[in-house]
């Protein structure tokens, strides 16, 4: 073992000597573990979030496992995983749902402007202010996650977690997942075709169409055939999803680590990002909340305005961030204001939702109770 892997090792077995001494040192009963494990869920601080950093830590102490010319092929085992994650994520959608959805356009229409002009041309006004911070690897990341479309699970949770439409959010994520694959690369031609030797839109819409839709169109004419079974399995298919972009970004950060992409990248850095990311959500979150006030929306179609309209999808930006950015060696840095814009779009979207659902089912409560009377 060489020394810089030597001390790596080290530094993990005395962070978790240490995390082992202080966990007896404070004798914590068991059933107060499983009340912070709990509390830390409902605040987006789930186990995907810490394995998502685990992913990372691992790239950095041996990133010579996940560069592509590793023997065990990771990287493309990522690629064939996510064919299948949007395989039976076309399976699961119903045709008929995605129909029903079609009467709010207005409500449709203002989550998909939010999701692909608002959050670009932010990021372009910014730009123009900020030219130096842009013109990095870091500021081409934001833009990236700019462009990119909605997630579609945590949206339709939030939503129904906020007693929300959930039906409207369904297909507003499905929606956006598929007009991503050819307004996201539209964006990015804007500042790749200027940076980029070798970009090619066609080549990469194509790319994208291979991998993502075709999948999913071939999902949703399965949809009376494995419907039901993907129902009954949706635990273990997302316990899947998860383990995939886990290998994505551990694969990606490998690349990068080994590429030294990292190198003199200070931790306030990072801290600042988060920041930066944090007051993006809000702004957004805000702003959408108004605009469904103004537009008189009922209350569960602005739940599904806000939450729809502020949510940035890290599985797509990981399967297009592998196709926009032929040097994977930069992909770990671009990924990087995304993983941080979904921790806190988890952390503080699922506290904003369960605020919202639990002051509805008060005043539902109340309701019943004056009609009792």
């Not at 929300?164 to 307004?183: D, K, P, Y």
């Not at 419907?227 to 949706?234: A, C, I, L, P, T």
Request: proline share 3%; hydrophobic share 55%.
């Amino acid at each position: 073992m060489d020394e810089p892997i030597l001390i790596k090792t080290l530094h993990l077995w005395l962070h978790l000597n240490c995390a082992a001494i202080f966990l007896v040192a404070t004798n914590m009963p068991l059933f107060m573990i499983k009340r912070l494990i709990n509390t830390l869920s409902k605040v987006g601080l789930n186990a995907f979030f810490f394995l998502m950093i685990g992913a990372i830590f691992l790239a950095w102490l041996q990133p010579s496992l996940g560069i592509a010319e590793s023997s065990l092929h990771l990287p493309a085992i990522a690629g064939f995983g996510v064919s299948v994650i949007f395989f039976f994520y076309g399976a699961k959608l119903s045709p008929e749902s995605l129909l029903s959805g079609l009467s709010k356009w207005r409500l449709h229409l203002m989550v998909q402007l939010s999701t692909f002009v608002l959050f670009p041309l932010t990021i372009i006004a910014l730009r123009m202010i900020f030219k130096d911070y842009f013109s990095t690897n870091i500021g081409l990341g934001i833009f990236f996650l700019a462009a990119l479309p909605s997630t579609v699970s945590s949206s339709v949770v939030m939503v129904s977690i906020a007693r929300g439409n959930i039906a409207a959010a369904i297909f507003n994520a499905s929606i956006s997942s598929i007009l991503g694959i050819f307004i996201t690369p539209l964006w990015m031609s804007t500042v790749l075709g200027k940076s980029q030797t070798g970009f090619d839109m066609g080549h990469t819409i194509f790319q994208l169409c291979l991998q993502v839709l075709l999948p999913v169109i071939l999902g949703l004419f399965l949809h009376h055939k494995l419907g039901e079974w993907v129902s009954r399995y949706k635990k273990t298919l997302g316990s899947f999803d998860q383990t995939i972009i886990l290998l994505i970004v551990y694969t990606s950060f490998c690349e990068s680590f080994s590429g030294n992409m990292f190198t003199n990248f200070a931790i306030s850095q990072i801290f600042f990002l988060g920041a930066m990311m944090l007051t993006l959500f809000l702004v957004v979150f805000a702003l959408m909340y108004q605009l469904s006030v103004w537009m008189k929306f009922k209350r569960e179609d602005r739940i599904t305005v806000i939450f729809c309209g502020s949510k940035k999808s890290l599985m797509q930006g990981a399967v297009m961030g592998k196709v926009l950015f032929p040097d994977q060696a930069i992909l770990g840095v671009i990924l990087l204001p995304l993983m941080l814009y979904h921790a806190l779009q988890l952390m503080v979207g699922s506290t904003i939702a369960n605020v919202m659902g639990n002051r509805e089912g008060e005043t539902m409560i109340e309701r019943e109770g004056e009609i009792d009377q």
